[in-house]
């Protein structure tokens, strides 16, 4: 027998390692990368479909020889694509598999692109609190390698937080550092974009003219290059500020030159903001059509920039499902051979697992069987001398209810015979209270009290007390829920009358007459609050 398990454990072992092998084997490949630098490249993430192909085997081959700081790249340039197209949580699901394969042994310019990236996401989903974070995560990581641009950025981040929380003070602090930065870097593009955010701090607190200060200083460095999306933005917030302030006239001139350098731009968004914009300008000058005019082609200029950013998000959502099935169908093919190898193994270890699992389970069933009939005789036996206990149990109490019911008889009729005796003392001595001698008189009347005191105050009432709860118990409980109003006495009539005593004995009991009993017994029925047609007597021995 020990035998046999021994090979039992040995093959389930064995079907078990067989089974991981397969399940590796099987495994669909995860994501892939592009550029070898693992530099972005936004031109590049123009054609995402062909860019995704290129990332996904780069990252394959990446994650095939362990080169873990690679593989963080492709992610994070997989998550860049996403961004791109809008798609906002596949993106930091990708920035998080980033960030976990860098490490604290990668490069810490890579990781604090990384967390700022990861906070501008936090920051679009309007997740304040989560993107300050990262935002000052990367700014740690970038001061302690003195990576200027890097520390610029994310001044510039953490004062847009600032900026969207109202914390307009520190905003700005954090937005003059970020300029200070660019200048000395040289980088003007960004020293553009950061007078431009200056500019929203201000007009945020309607500070109007101090903004258009900054959006004007934005616009000239913006000029000084080719056209981009940015410049048709602030061309934008100038005419938005001067409608603010009430100057109608240049507010047009700029959302006009906005709205051109939009269509020039395929801009959809700058444009129904331009379009918007002058709509509002209007209806300011109370050129109501215009007004009318212009708010209708903002709305169809939302609408198609809301449609051409869904269907670049369906593109690209389809590319990666398609890619996905590809990869699927080439590992499949790849495998094919060596699935049918591991599945006749798989087969032969299943039949001949089978096989000692049969005899195994054969075993166990007989094993099963003797345990269940010695656990049956065993509880056939314990039930047995249960029922031998509980009926000498029962015996016993029934012995001792019968002793308790012959010592209350034995009780009742020594208190009777008292009674009796004290009753017929009573009767001589009140004739000899009679009796004209007058020096016996006196003595003879406290006895005849002291008599009459005792025959009721007697201790034998309490040891009858006892014996006929026990006997019937609940009683008195009982008979005080009918009634608050019963007297010691009632309760002493009540359990003789229980006793099925007559009236005359239960007089002589309670060392009364029976003119006295018979009051009582209509006292009771009033305190009871029996009918008149009800039986005291049944209604003592139903209780």
């Not at 007078?195 to 929203?200: F, L, N, P, V």
């Not at 051109?260 to 379009?275: F, I, K, P």
Request: proline letters at 1%; a positive charge; hydrophobic letters at 35%.
């Amino acid at each position: 027998m020990p035998s046999r398990q021994y090979l039992l454990s040995a093959i389930i072992y064995f079907s078990t390692f067989l089974f991981l092998l397969l399940g590796t084997t099987l495994m669909p490949g995860v994501c892939s990368n592009a550029f070898a630098d693992g530099k972005i490249r936004p031109g590049r993430l123009a054609l995402p479909d062909s860019a995704y192909i290129k990332i996904r085997q780069s990252l394959d081959r990446a994650l095939k020889y362990g080169d873990l700081n690679r593989a963080a790249l492709c992610y994070q340039q997989i998550g860049d694509m996403l961004f791109e197209q809008g798609a906002m949580s596949q993106a930091l699901s990708y920035y998080h598999k980033a960030h976990a394969n860098f490490g604290k042994e990668a490069n810490v310019v890579h990781r604090g692109n990384n967390s700022n990236r990861i906070g501008k996401i936090y920051f679009k989903n309007k997740r304040y609190p989560q993107a300050l974070t990262n935002f000052r995560e990367a700014l740690r990581l970038f001061r302690g390698n003195a990576y200027r641009k890097g520390m610029a950025e994310s001044y510039g981040h953490i004062g847009q937080v600032f900026e969207q929380t109202e914390a307009y003070d520190s905003s700005r602090i954090y937005q003059e550092r970020a300029l200070s930065e660019f200048k000395s870097l040289n980088d003007k593009s960004h020293v553009a974009y950061t007078y431009s955010r200056i500019g929203s701090i201000y007009e945020d607190q309607a500070k109007f003219h101090t903004a258009l200060k900054y959006f004007s200083l934005a616009e000239e460095m913006y000029r000084e290059g080719p056209a981009v999306v940015e410049l048709a933005a602030v061309l934008n917030n100038i005419g938005d500020t001067y409608r603010k302030i009430g100057n109608y006239h240049q507010a047009l001139i700029y959302s006009k030159k906005a709205e051109v350098m939009a269509t020039s731009l395929h801009d959809n968004r700058q444009l129904s903001s331009a379009h918007r914009d002058l709509a509002k300008t209007f209806e300011h000058l109370g050129s109501f059509d215009s007004a009318y005019y212009y708010s209708e082609k903002s709305r169809l200029a939302y609408s198609k920039s809301y449609n051409t950013d869904s269907e670049k998000q369906l593109n690209l959502i389809q590319t990666l499902f398609d890619v996905q099935r590809k990869d699927n169908e080439i590992e499949q093919l790849e495998n094919k051979n060596r699935l049918s190898q591991t599945v006749t193994i798989s087969l032969f270890v299943i039949g001949l697992l089978a096989t000692f699992l049969g005899i195994s389970l054969l075993s166990r069933q007989r094993l099963k069987i003797r345990n269940s009939k010695a656990l049956y005789e065993s509880r056939q036996q314990a039930m047995e001398l249960e029922l031998s206990n509980r009926h000498l149990q029962q015996e016993g109490l029934k012995a001792e209810l019968e002793l308790r019911s012959k010592e209350l008889t034995s009780i009742t009729l020594h208190m009777i015979k008292k009674n009796e005796v004290l009753e017929e003392l009573k009767n001589k001595l009140a004739s000899l209270v009679k009796d004209d001698k007058r020096d016996q008189r006196r003595e003879m009347k406290q006895l005849l009290e002291f008599i009459s005191f005792n025959s009721n105050q007697d201790k034998s009432w309490e040891d009858f007390r006892v014996v006929f709860e026990y006997v019937h118990q609940d009683f008195f409980e009982k008979l005080m829920k009918h009634s608050g109003l019963l007297t010691t006495t009632d309760l002493r009539f009540l359990a003789l009358l229980k006793m099925n005593l007559n009236a005359a004995d239960i007089a002589t009991m309670l060392a009364i007459s029976q003119t006295s009993l018979r009051t009582t017994r209509y006292r009771l029925r009033k305190k009871l609050q029996l009918p008149e047609d009800a039986s005291l007597q049944k209604f003592v021995h139903n209780l």
